[in-house]
T-cell receptor, first 113, second 115 residues
Framework: SQQGEEDPQALSIQEGENATMNCSYK?????LQWYRQNSGRGLVHLIL?????REKHSGRLRVTLDTSKKSSSLLITASRAADTASYFC?????????????FGTGTRLQVTL | DTGVSQNPRHKITKRGQNVTFRCDPI?????LYWYRQTLGQGPEFLTY????????KSRLLSDRFSAERPKGSFSTLEIQRTEQGDSAMYLC?????????????FGEGSWLTVV
């Protein structure tokens, strides 16, 4: 079953604009990870944010986490055509020995020239 | 290349045949995961190994599915008597550590088409 939902399901912007994707989840988590997936390819890890963190940056990426609202956001600044992909959030819950990821349904981002 | 490696990348098989996928995790990663992804959906957890021990299996993993990691290194996922509903991308991932706070790295996936 899917843990969370990404919003919007699809997003189309022009190159140079910022893209914001949101993720909501249902249960308490250990950490939340964002992944990118180009069409037909595997998942590329972007950022991991732990439950005691509120914001992390990596290059043009900014991730926030609000555990009280059970939500996270991914901001891509100054988008490029190469950012076109699906973006997934995935949560790791406190399940003892397991650290499996539970994914949302993803946001399809289209960046046009 | 030190990433997660999966073979074959694509497999077309007739309904009723058996297929096997192989995953080579990142060297020294003790945890290995299998996921399945269908078009338009996020990946869904199938099973998880810590070293050679299979610690958890999803209800999605029917009796026709079996996964092994005999020496705690590479893993195989076998699907017996394939059905058209098994058509999907099968993703392998690995991570290092014994706690839940580590990055999980994915391979490129193995596409299965059952005709």
């Amino acid at each position: 079953s899917q843990q969370g939902e990404e919003d919007p399901q699809a997003l189309s912007i022009q190159e140079g604009e910022n893209a914001t994707m949101n993720c909501s989840y249902k249960t308490s988590i250990n950490n939340l990870q964002w992944y990118r997936q180009n069409s037909g390819r595997g998942l590329v890890h972007l950022i991991l944010i732990r439950s005691n963190e509120r914001e992390k940056h990596s290059g043009r990426l900014r991730v926030t986490l609000d555990t009280s609202k059970k939500s996270s956001s991914l901001l891509i600044t100054a988008s490029r055509a190469a950012d076109t992909a699906s973006y997934f959030c995935a949560t790791v819950t406190n399940t003892g020995t397991a650290s499996k990821l539970t994914f949302g349904t993803g946001t399809r981002l289209q960046v046009t020239l | 290349d030190t990433g997660v490696s999966q073979n074959p990348r694509h497999k077309i098989t007739k309904r009723g045949q058996n297929v096997t996928f192989r995953c080579d995790p990142i060297s020294e990663h003790n945890r290995l995961y299998w996921y399945r992804q269908t078009l338009g959906q996020g990946p869904e957890f199938l099973t998880y190994f810590q070293n050679e021990a299979q610690l958890e299996k999803s209800r999605l993993l029917s009796d026709r599915f079996s996964a092994e990691r005999p020496k705690g290194s590479f893993s195989t996922l076998e699907i017996q008597r394939t059905e058209q509903g098994d058509s999907a991308m099968y993703l392998c991932a690995s991570s290092l550590g014994t706690n839940s706070g580590n990055t999980i790295y994915f391979g490129e996936g193995s596409w299965l088409t059952v005709v």
